[in-house]
């Protein structure tokens, strides 16, 4: 089987800085995880669901594919607009072949801890980069649901599951603030008579617990420590379909903005970005480095806040992120790194090492990324060092993407504020999470060639 982009579908570009000011009020797709968690929720729940705003890329697509392959009924009925006929907690049947994930760690985690927990057997897979994604993370605490697991060396894809359909409650405390490992385990739990319980160290993402609670699960949230929680969710509930608004991704958002504040005299509006404040970290960090980013028209839609933000672009300078901040970020790390490059004086993000097991090594990928363009890096243990141009970012490099859509976007922005070229081996992944990135761009003035 073939899941790999072919070489003829390889889309190289040069980017070079505009020629006038960034400028103009767009939307970004909808948001990632929770357009993968909306559609796996939806197959789960009794009745119809409606979704309005769903991310049409193709980490997305996989996963309606893989809930269609399980048996749920799934139509799009409209740009964003999808409709999903549920099977009800229990009825989801074997797939008659292999499941295939494409990029997405998050599609092949989440639907680890759904698969774990029925009682047939299954089959995952995924792209280069996925099947060399660590899964014993998601298998381990999940073995103690009697779920069998075989998979290559090292926990990777291909995986076989033979699932339980009788699992009892698990109890994990996370090793990793991993919000993919918490979902796992959680999604494992509805099919479990009891109480599932996941303590985490520090807090991230919660769009499962908000979104089981919106299809009508019982998922308790305390405080734990200092920034920690402790999820409990009460087995076996009824969910029962419930339509969905996706607001505009922030982790999209952020190649946008960040391009407005590093290009001269720009001024860009991001219409409809979700807030959540366990995915706002970027934002807080840019404020840090004194940029200038406006929050207005802030509302609640489809029970996340949501907001518009603009970015006008001025002089940057220097911050430390605490490694705390990281779970609300860790997307964001390479675009920041490009605002880091391009402030003034230096910048050190602490505690990055989940960053090692992205898409690609986004760590050592970002420091690549950076060098290549002229840029001193430097990591230490698990924090990134980068030392600023003030606004003069060298630039002629080539960045190589490495399979990681997050990558080519932060090339992008990077081309677009440096002064010479820089050039991108391949652009084709970023369709994975911003199908229309490039458009998008050129119509607030970026000129890449399309
Ligand atoms: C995601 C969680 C994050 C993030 C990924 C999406 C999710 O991964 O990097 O893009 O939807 O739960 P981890 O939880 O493994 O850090």
């Known amino acids: 089987m073939k899941t790999d982009h072919a070489p003829s579908s390889v889309r190289a570009l040069t980017v070079h800085a505009p020629r006038a000011p ?47 392959a399980l048996g749920a009924d799934i139509t799009r009925e409209g ?22 994930m494409g990029n997405s760690g998050t599609a092949a985690r989440l639907l680890s801890g759904i698969l774990a927990s029925h009682g047939f057997t299954s089959v995952m897979t995924g792209d280069a980069s996925l099947r060399g994604r660590p899964m014993k993370r998601v298998t381990d605490p999940l073995a103690a ?50 109480e599932t319980r996941v303590e985490e160290p520090v807090a991230t993402r919660d769009h499962t617990e908000n979104m089981l609670r919106h299809f009508g699960a019982q998922v308790r949230v305390e405080p734990m420590g200092a920034g920690g929680r402790v999820i409990t969710l009460q087995g076996r509930p009824d969910l029962v379909a419930r339509d969905i608004v996706v607001p505009g991704d922030p982790s999209s ?56 933000l603009t970015a006008t672009a001025g ?3 220097g911050v430390d992120v605490p490694a705390t901040r990281a779970p609300s970020m860790i997307d964001e790390y390479p675009v920041l790194a490009v605002a880091a490059a391009h402030a003034t004086g230096q910048s050190r993000f602490r505690g990055l090492e989940e960053l090692r097991v992205k898409e690609s090594d986004r760590l050592a990928a970002t420091v690549a990324l950076l060098e290549a363009n002229g840029i001193k890096v430097d990591v230490v243990g698990d924090d990134m060092i980068v030392h600023g141009t003030g606004g003069a970012i060298p630039g002629g490099g080539l960045v190589e993407t490495r399979m ?18 820089v050039s991108v081996d391949d652009t084709a992944f970023i369709d994975t999470s911003f199908p229309g990135f490039v458009g998008l761009m050129n119509s607030i003035g970026a000129g890449l060639a399309a």
Request: net charge positive; charged share 15%; hydrophobic share 45%.
């Open 404 to 421: 990681d859509h997050r990558l080519a976007m932060s090339a992008i922005v990077m081309g677009l504020a440096a002064r010479k070229p």
């Open 79 to 100: 740009a964003g607009q999808w409709c999903v006929q549920g099977c009800g907690l229990d009825g989801l049947r074997e797939p008659a072949d292999v499941l295939d």
């Open 22 to 68: 960034l400028s103009g009020s767009v939307h970004v797709p909808g948001d990632k995880s929770i357009s993968h968690r909306s559609l796996m929720f939806a197959a789960l729940a009794r009745g119809t669901t409606h979704i309005t705003g769903l991310l049409e890329g193709e980490d997305v697509l996989r996963t309606a594919d893989a809930m269609r």
């Open 253 to 308: 958002a952020a190649f946008v903005l960040v391009a407005a504040l590093l290009v001269p005299g720009s001024k860009v509006t991001v219409r409809g970005v979700g807030l959540n404040p366990l995915r706002t970290g970027l934002f807080t960090s840019l404020r840090e480095m004194g940029a200038d980013l406006a929050i207005s028209n802030e509302r609640v839609e489809g029970g996340e806040p949501v907001g518009d």
């Open 145 to 194: 649901t009697g779920a069998t697991f075989l998979s290559r060396q090292g926990g990777r894809l291909p995986l076989a599951i033979a699932g339980n359909a009788n699992p009892p409650p698990l109890a994990y405390r996370l090793p990793m603030a991993s919000a993919q490992v918490k979902s796992a385990v959680l999604l494992a739990g509805l099919n479990a008579a009891g």
């Open 315 to 317: 002089a940057l300078h």
